[in-house]
């Protein structure tokens, strides 16, 4: 089944709230009409700190399902999930929180918080399987809040509930010295017949790219050859750029940064000749 995450629309914020209404009535075999009532509106839940994904079934198309996000005093905390129960056990839950995840990863969290049922299987087990794992409710004036909320509404009285965390830096660490050293030596590694043409370029190690993301890898900054014309009489040497923290949380080893470093140095320089991906296999560089 195809899907489609996006930001939350002003269109889409009409929806969350029947969303939400209709996922808890699967709640009604465990507890009843505890859980029923009217949800938080989705022009409320857009004016929290934080952010809204919505998820489709086509590109544009009306919401399924919903992640809210909470951002609170350098916390990010994962406040609701809600997929409508006819468009369940289809992955959109799971979608929509990796797509929560790596949004707050670009916002520059290091971790995402929740609470939820501890032995209700779509939510403590559910959360475990995508990596979150119990942990103790920090002593904070956001989570002590959250704590007398769910103690007011009565969810403590329902059953268990469990605080859990999912560790976003993953991969490895790395000092900035460290990783330039290693970049370098790639670079040195990197066969003759690939870098022998290389005129009027310089390679730059920076820790992000300009608006933070993880996921770029590196950057060719600057006009392929093949588009140069009449070029290097005075002009800025162009720039590889590569970048460290997106291949520090990529990578669980020396071993495998060695190997990503390679490959985006091998595929920046690509640009610089202006050779496509299926070039670089014939010339056997990738």
């Known amino acids: 089944m195809a899907s489609f995450v996006r930001t939350a629309t002003d269109a889409d914020l009409a929806k969350l709230a029947g969303i939400e209404e209709e996922a808890d009535t699967v709640f009604a075999a465990l507890f009843g009409t505890a859980l029923t009532g009217q949800a938080p509106s989705g022009a409320a839940r857009a004016a929290e700190p934080g952010f809204l994904l919505v998820l489709a079934e086509e590109e544009g198309g ?5 992640v809210h996000v909470l951002e609170e005093d350098g916390h990010a905390h994962l406040e609701q999930l809600s997929v409508l129960p006819s468009h369940a056990r289809r992955g959109h839950g799971r979608e929509l929180v990796e797509a929560a995840l790596d949004e707050a990863a670009d916002r520059g969290y290091r971790e995402v918080t929740l609470r939820t049922f501890t032995d209700v299987p779509w939510n403590a087990p559910f959360y475990a399987s995508l990596g979150f794992t119990e942990t103790e409710t920090p002593d904070h004036p956001f989570y002590r809040a959250l704590l007398d909320t769910e103690e007011r509404i009565g969810l403590t009285d329902l059953g268990p509930r469990v605080h859990m965390t999912i560790d976003l830096s993953g991969g490895m660490e790395m000092d900035p010295d460290a990783f330039e050293e290693l970049v370098a030596e790639e670079l040195d590694r990197l066969p003759d017949e690939m870098v022998d043409g290389l005129e009027n370029l310089v390679f730059v190690v920076e820790d992000r790219p300009e ?13 392929a050859v093949t588009e140069r014309g009449n070029y290097g009489m005075g002009e800025l040497p162009d720039r590889i750029v590569v970048y460290r923290e997106p291949h520090l949380v990529q990578c ?15 595929h920046e320089i690509a640009h610089y000749y202006g ?9 056997g560089w990738a």
């Open 275 to 283: 050779i496509d991906d299926a070039q670089l296999h014939e010339l």
């Open 62 to 66: 009306t919401p399924v399902g919903f």
């Open 211 to 223: 608006d933070g993301s993880l996921d770029l890898l590196g950057l060719y900054d600057g006009l």
């Open 252 to 266: 669980a080893d020396e071993e495998e940064l060695r190997a990503e470093v390679h490959t985006t140095l091998v």
